[in-house]
Structure formats: structure tokens, C-alpha cells
């Protein structure tokens, strides 16, 4: 990463505007668009705070730009915890204060670093000590479940970077659906093509209507993309690109970074339509998995999982499930509703949990 290359004129313009009113206001020339290329540095939220935790307070210089990059980037995470965006906020003030008494010529400002380095700053007579700066501070940002139904109205379209992030992504523009999913899923069946809605309400008009897809949450190395008409036709990794048909429904951990879009920190693989059922190898919806329409499946390869692998299974909300611990549909116990953790069930004194060799999906 570039050093920072100071003048003094620009550097006093910063410290002036920087603490303008009580507020943190970007006031300088020179130095934003540091500030700016290291808010959008390939860093994470979390890298960017702890090298102003490393820095701080010995080396004001850097521990000042990567604050105010770390709250550039998270307007989110500030207004969540007014504990942790003080500590922020006054350190950032402290080492501008001290960088302020540095600056009275371009010789005091070459030798910013060492001076800061130095234990304790005069000022008025009296040392004063650096502020607080926790390390496990930084709350994390809090996501919640957006439910969508594919089609040719969730348009995919590929950033090589943007506000969130200046790594390559995948943004999907959606509909916004005038019905809430339901926490069962229940009303998912009223959505048109590509709408979006949470478990408990419509999106507002408010919200925004894109979702952010990046590392770590889907392998960006991997994207296999065709473009037609500047938009992405087709995607090269599982289940986001089966969202182009719809007949397929997904499921997103997202946030609102207040810039425009949600991010997604997750992403629920096999969400079942109303009269589908998805079935997976781990508790609590993980691990390989599968969605299935209404029929019966005999064996592991007509099921799709491995045989004596079933750990936990989702129901739509227009049918039921059968799964039994043998082929043939034999000695079978009945799934109503979404079930995180098969070894609940039981035939008898035995546990459903792997333990399932067919199934069916049938109408409830």
C-alpha cells in the first residue's frame, strides 16, 4: 500500500475539517482520496480496524487514516453500538490532536511519526493520555433472512468492484413482492418472478432492492459468466444461477449498508417452493442438499443425496414428507414441517437421523 505523501497546507485543511462541529467531515483535498483508497482497499471491516488498533496511538499518521476508513466503510456498524463509535471517534480526535501540534512547519511534519511515537503529548502544561481503544469492540453487523423467488426479473450483473468492496461480485436486482415470505415459507407461493420479501414483511420502499454477493460468501475466482446485452445470461457456480428460472426460490443472510444495497453474508442453498421439499445431509440445513416435487424416490441415486445421509429437511408449505428408513417406501415416519434435526425423530426406539434410504414428497 502507497505512503502517504503529505503537505502541510492540506494536512492542517484535514485536522480543521475532521473534527468541524462535532462531527467527523472530510475537509481536505490531499489526503481523501487516501482515506478513500484504503476504505476501499481489499481489506475487511475487520482488518482495516485492527491495523488503527496496531497503530494506535504510537503512529497517529497511519491510525488516523485507517479510523477514518474503518468508519467511512461502516456507517452500519457505528450507528449500531454508540459504545464502540466513541471509542472511535475519540481516538481518531486524539490523534488528529496530536498530529495538529505537529504540523507547524514541513520540517515538524517530517518527523510526524517519531514525535508521536514518544510517550505522552504536552499540552497546556499537562500530559495528556491517549483515549481508549478496544480491540473487541467492533460489534458484528446484524443480518436478517430475504426470501426470493428466481426468474427473469432478478437481473444478475457482474462488478468487478464497488462502494462495498473493489473486489469482483455478483449483484441481483430484484422485485419487491407486496406479500412477507412467512416464517414457514408459507406465502412464498404468491410471489411473481424475481420478488423479494422478508419472513415477517414486504421490503419497503425505502430499502434497497439490489443484494451484494462476495468473497467469502460465494468463490468469486470461479465466476463462468456469458454476457448478452450487458447483462449476465449465465452464472458458474450452483445454486444462484438456477435463480434464472422460476421455479426456484432462494433464501439470503443480507444487511443494509445504507449506501444502496444489502449485502449478503449467506446464502440458504435449497429453499423448497410451496409444493417442494429440500433435503440435506447436515442438521440445520447444511451440508450437501437437494430439492424435490412432489413424487416418490426410491433409492439414493432417484433421492440425489447418499443413502443413510439425511440429517435435516425443509417442507413447502403445500406438502408433506415421508421418509422411511428403508427401500421401497418401508417402515416410514412422517415430516409435516421443517425439521433442523432428524435424530428428534423417531420409528420406533430408533432415530430418522442418517438413517434414510427413501422418501417421498406428496400433497398435503
Known sequence: MKRIAFRVEHLRSFLKGVLAGGVVVVGFVLLLPRVTVYAQSGLSDDELFNRAYNFYPTNCVDAALYLKAYMERNPVR????????????????YCVGRLNEAVDDAEQLKQCRAQSAQAGVKQ???????????????????????????????????????????????????????????????????????????????????????????DPVVQTDGFGIIWRDWRVQSVGFGHLASLQSSGKYGQFDVYNDQRGHFIATAIQYCTPGPDQAAFFVDWDYKGQCVVKDIGRYDNAEQMGIPNDTLSSVKVGANVRVVICMHGGQ???????????????????????????????????
Open 78 to 93: 457505528m450507528a449500531q453500538s454508540s459504545e464502540h463509535a466513541k471509542e472511535v471517534y475519540d481516538a481518531l480526535a
Open 124 to 214: 497546556s502544561g499537562l500530559t495528556v493520555n491517549p483515549p481508549t481503544l478496544r480491540a473487541s469492540t467492533a460489534p458484528p453487523v446484524k443480518s436478517y433472512p430475504l426470501v426470493c423467488r428466481g426468474g427473469d426479473n432478478l437481473v444478475f450483473t457482474y462488478l468487478s468492484s464497488s462502494p462495498f468492496l473493489p473486489k469482483p461480485q455478483l449483484q441481483i436486482a430484484f422485485d419487491k413482492a407486496t406479500y412477507r415470505a412467512g416464517y414457514q415459507r408459507e406465502y412464498i407461493g404468491s410471489f411473481q418472478a424475481g420478488q423479494c420479501a422478508w419472513l415477517d414483511r414486504s421490503v419497503a420502499s425505502s430499502e434497497p432492492d439490489k443484494i451484494l454477493f462476495a
Open 330 to 364: 418401508t417402515d416410514c415416519v412422517r415430516v409435516d414441517d421443517d425439521n433442523p434435526n432428524l435424530s428428534k425423530s423417531y420409528l420406533g426406539p430408533y432415530s430418522m437421523n442418517d438413517q434414510v434410504t427413501s422418501f417421498r414428497v406428496e400433497k398435503r
